[in-house]
């Protein structure tokens, strides 16, 4: 019996014991009139359907989205696998798996990202929109941390959020003293920290952190207007200057460049103009490296819906993910 096999390496007749993520479970009925539970559990690298026959509970429907401890039997139904389930349960203190087995995790250490993101905030000089930060991310911190940073396009894993986060306040701390002629710099690094941060209003996620769904808010205001109505609260509380709140909530509001793609308003500082840019290019960086991840060396992957086009891996590509 082999514990926590992916289950894309399962073949018929394989006995396997393990925690696995419990993607559907419904309770049912057989032909003789006895109770059974009809699921899918997936890892990963992959779902499998499965059954528990003779089962009334108390795995339900309202488990979805949790990570279960199963024993059971791989057999063949109707020309695909299917996972016969003999024993299954919610996991207990002292199971053993890896988050980075059943769901996403960005390549990160996320306590050192952590640290890093309060470092950047003890870096701005301006006392006003240090203060901002400070506020926010102690009220939003403990869900920033792991939370993704899309439902399915760039950074749709956990922790994707930080990630996303603490590379473009590096990108913008190289580039505020490239162009500190016209950049504020404390401006620039804390609309770039608090740029996203409303996407912890904004999405549902699932026991496991994913992203599952967008709440009612996030789907009639947006992270967008969400970020720039807690910035005017918080500055409000803190008795910062109009001004400075105003510019901090035009940076959020305008960080996605163009109304076409979803902007409220179009950039109109230096500084909203760079973080607009920095947003972009590090979004669609992580598209490069998702699209490219299974793609053959010298080859053209499929059209990429969020790039429009079809993208290129060459040789020196190759030998990047090879050796990440």
Sequence with gaps: MEYNKPIAALEVG????????????????????????????????????AKVWDYSGPISSGDEGTVVKLRGTVS???????LIISRIRQTQEGDRYDLGDLVPVAPIDAEDAWQEVWEFVDSIADPDYAA??????????????????????HHSFVNGLLMHTIYMVRTAEFLAGLYGNIIDRDLLIAGTLLHDLSKCSEFVTSPLGLVTEY???GQLL???????????????????PEEKSVLLQHLLLSHHG???????????????????????????????????????????????????????????AAILFLYE
Excluded at 76 to 82: D, N, P, T
Excluded at 280 to 301: H, N, T
């Design 258 to 316: 163009e109304p076409e793609f979803g902007a409220a308003v179009r950039p109109a500082c230096a500084e909203s103009e760079l973080l607009s840019l920095i947003d972009m290019m590090d979004s669609r960086m992580e598209i490069y490296q998702e699209a490219l991840e299974d793609v053959p060396a010298g080859s053209f992957s499929k059209r990429v819906f969020a790039l429009d086009k079809k993208v290129f891996r060459h040789q020196s």
């Design 76 to 82: 063949e139904f109707r020309g695909s696998l299917q």
């Design 222 to 240: 947006g992270h967008l207007v969400m970020g720039a109505q807690e910035v005017a609260s918080a500055a409000k509380e803190l008795n910062v």
């Design 14 to 49: 394989d006995e396997i014991e393990g925690c696995y993520v419990l993607k559907t479970a419904s309770p049912k009925i057989s032909n003789s009139g006895k109770p059974f539970l009809a699921a899918a559990v997936a890892d990963r690298s992959g779902t499998i359907e």
């Design 132 to 153: 901002i930060c400070r506020r926010l991310l102690e009220r939003h911190g403990d869900r920033f941390r792991v939370l993704p940073g899309g439902k399915s396009m």
């Design 215 to 217: 709440s009612v808010k």
